[in-house]
């Protein structure tokens, strides 16, 4: 009975290391497909889209297909487009090669003028583009000369949706990417009853052109909980940077637990240490006069 017993406590104990270790913890999760409605002068129509693929050397650009289906018409209307973060623009063609032409942004020219061509299509029955302004979504619905306004009433744009979750607890999470893009890989470095410390790095444009195409940003990003696991505040740092000219000249670990970054911007010609202790999840920014 007695050995029972010792079992059943070191299995307890085993147990409640592991749950107690279990968060916090990130998980990944994204979505193909949208249905939204919008307004056609005294029409309303329905929107079905699925993401069929990203545009070559692009991570901010797809293609997608689906159908439209206005209360006027039985039927529903196939359409293809291109979305790109600030516009959606739909076609419906009667031709498959044209449909294909979208879907795969092929065109004559590289990878660039495929987007473009995608874009700019003619030759369709009808065009319908949504675009985000200060003012919300805008819309056009344009077939055989004619343009009418279109009004987003229902939904959203976007088919495809990423998540990057960070799971506080089993009750409290964060969607990291509602923070910022550059998160998406984030990942748990250290962690207390009240602090997150994640580093992350990710390229810093979406396209492969550009002076930034092949570079990186790169830091690390403390989130602070209150006591019922809602955040109270954030602190990024940035240790690599092309878009705003960050570079680190010298890395020093002072323990296992605390290393040291001694950075500079070039726009500003300033010097700074970054120190990130593990211990105590923390990041520590101190301004320096020199440059190492």
């Known amino acids: 009975m007695k050995k029972y017993c010792i079992f059943f406590i070191v299995f307890c104990t085993i147990q409640n290391i592991f749950s107690q270790n279990e968060y916090p ?8 497909h949208t249905l939204f409605k919008a307004s056609l002068g005294k029409e309303a129509a329905t929107f079905y889209l699925k993401k069929i693929k990203f545009a070559p ?13 206005k209360t006027s018409l039985e039927k529903k209307k196939t359409v293809v487009g ?13 031709e498959v090669e044209k449909r294909k032409a979208i879907l795969n942004f092929i065109s004559e020219g590289n990878s660039r003028s495929g987007i473009q061509a995608a874009k700019e299509a003619t030759d369709f029955i009808f065009k319908i583009v949504f675009r985000r302004t ?12 004619k343009k009418q306004k279109m009004h987003l009433t229902l939904g959203t744009l976007a088919a495809y949706k990423e998540q990057r979750i960070l799971q506080l607890n089993s009750k409290n999470s964060i969607d990291l990417l509602q923070l910022s893009r550059y998160y998406k890989d984030a990942e ?50 940035v240790i690599e940077s092309c878009l705003i000219g960050i ?26 240490k970054v120190s990130i202790n593990l211990k105590n999840s923390g990041i520590r920014t101190t301004e320096l006069v020199v440059k190492f």
């Open 25 to 32: 913890l990130i998980e990944t999760t994204s979505t193909n």
């Open 57 to 69: 050397l692009s991570t901010g650009v797809y293609s997608v297909e689906g159908w439209v289906k």
């Open 82 to 94: 291109v979305y790109d973060g600030n516009s959606l623009i739909l076609y419906h063609f009667k």
């Open 134 to 145: 200060d003012k919300g979504v805008i819309g056009s619905y344009k077939s055989t000369g």
């Open 188 to 237: 748990i470095i250290a962690s207390n009853n009240q602090k997150v410390l994640l580093s992350y790095i990710a390229p810093s444009t979406l396209y492969s052109n550009g002076r930034c195409a092949a570079g990186e940003e790169k830091g690390f990003l403390t989130l602070t909980f209150d006591k019922y696991g809602l955040l109270k505040n954030t602190e990024n740092v």
């Open 247 to 272: 570079t680190t000249n010298k890395e020093e670990k002072e323990t296992a637990l605390i290393t040291h970054y001694f950075i500079s911007n070039d726009n500003t010609d300033t010097h700074k």
